[in-house]
């Protein structure tokens, strides 16, 4: 690309997390430090954004207002789910060409990735120099090629102090409770309900994955035999669990299925699938306290609950991104790397490589039908950090007299 003055766009995308203002904040920063670039735009809600011309101007906006944005959850520039089809490219382009953007970053999951594809491949398909890299984030964790995803570790430290709080609860007034945690292909988030467990019969004690087949029949004698062992259960549940053809229990006992612009079915949008398990234990298992919550939009963005190692990486993706993009005539995702107990490194891979599926939890992540490993906890502890720290009253019994 020729040293020539050009502007940057960077564009938020896909579900909101606790740290990916991080991220923003991240790219901003960093492409100031770069003359080549003269002005650099935010889109407002994504592509959406773009194709209306509705851009914030962050060329100037000051670096001590960022640092308090970028410790914001939620998206600062607004999101969507909009996908970019060829007609759509067109419309990107026209306004791409109008402000002379010759960077583009754009901050999402699966999905934003494969928009970057898209738009990268009609870029190239136009002759138009435009370098596109996509900076990762979901709370799924379930990105190809990186390790982890920015905003999975701060999702993670409040799945596992939510279900903390709920065993205190539970242990204090006996029953059942379910907790539907998001997870559409992935149970990394799910299974992070096991992080803050201290003591054998703490919950949860039973964790149910998307990667494994879900049998209702199975399930109520599991939580029925948790239930006669320790006189109550915990059970945490992913929203996208199914059944052994693979067909997701929420669809099949949906009456009424939605499905966003890339055509996923809306799983979190009500406590159905909660709801239904509970009704199952009522009936099947005969017992009368049983209780369900489905965490649902409170893991992507909870205030006062973030990963301080998410929040560095989350920021240190977004400087990657800049520099990569600085560095020669390149496009792709940034992936992070690990090695040993915990070294990391960031690397750009092709978009293709991110943007073909989605990442599931690895069988040895994985302990039967209804539980996690060793290896899952000792993977996910760097990511979450420290967890508030809780105790048991045991003292001696006083004698009846």
């Known amino acids: 690309m020729k040293e020539t003055k050009t502007n940057a766009l960077v564009i938020q995308a896909g579900g909101p997390t606790a740290v990916i203002n991080q991220t923003l904040a991240g790219v901003v920063l ?13 889109a407002r809600h994504g592509i959406a954004g773009v194709v209306k011309h509705d851009f914030m101007d962050l060329t100037d906006y000051p670096a001590d207002k960022l640092e308090l944005i970028a410790k914001t959850p939620g998206s600062a520039l607004g999101s969507t789910r909009d996908k970019a089809d060829d007609e759509y490219c067109k419309k990107i382009f026209a306004v791409l060409k109008t402000h002379n953007i010759k ?12 928009n970057c594809g898209i738009i990268n491949a009609a870029a190239e398909a136009e002759d138009y120099e435009l ?11 379930d990105l190809l090629e990186t390790d982890h995803c920015p905003g999975f570790g701060s999702a993670a430290k409040f799945v596992a102090s939510a279900f903390a709080g709920v065993n205190l609860d539970n242990a204090s007034l006996p029953g059942v409770y379910i907790g539907v945690v998001m997870g559409r292909h992935a149970g990394f988030l799910t299974a992070s309900s096991i992080l803050a467990k201290k003591y054998p019969d703490d919950g949860p004690h039973l964790i149910y994955l998307p990667e ?6 199975r399930f109520v004698e599991d939580v029925k035999n948790v239930f006669e062992k320790h006189g109550r259960c915990i059970a945490a549940v992913s929203e996208g669990v199914a059944d052994e ?14 499905r966003d612009a890339h055509g996923n079915v809306q799983l979190s949008g009500s406590g159905m699938l909660g709801d239904l398990l509970a009704d199952e234990i009522k009936a099947k298992a005969g017992i009368k306290r049983v209780r369900a919550d489905t965490l649902g939009y409170l893991q992507r963005s909870f205030l006062g609950c973030v990963s301080e190692t998410d929040a560095k990486e989350a920021r240190e993706v977004g400087v990657q991104a800049v520099r990569f993009a600085m560095s020669g005539d390149v496009d792709g995702s940034v992936v992070i790397k690990r090695a040993g107990d915990y070294k990391i490194s960031y690397e750009l891979v092709d978009l293709s490589r991110v943007a073909v599926g989605t990442k599931a939890m690895p069988d040895e992540f994985i302990n039967g039908a209804n539980g996690v490993t060793q290896a899952f906890i000792n993977y996910l502890k760097p990511l979450v950090g420290e967890l508030p720290s809780v105790e048991k009253l045991e003292a001696k019994q006083v004698q009846s007299l």
């Open 30 to 42: 960093e492409i100031r430090k770069y003359p080549q670039v003269s002005k650099i735009y935010g």
């Open 131 to 141: 370098r596109v890299i996509h900076a990762p984030k979901t709370i799924d964790n």
């Open 103 to 114: 960077y583009l970053f754009f901050i999402g999951g699966n999905d934003s990735a494969s």
């Open 245 to 258: 053809d693979g067909v997701p229990i929420a669809i099949k006992l949906s009456k009424q299925i939605e």
């Open 212 to 217: 494994k087949p879900f049998n209702i029949i």
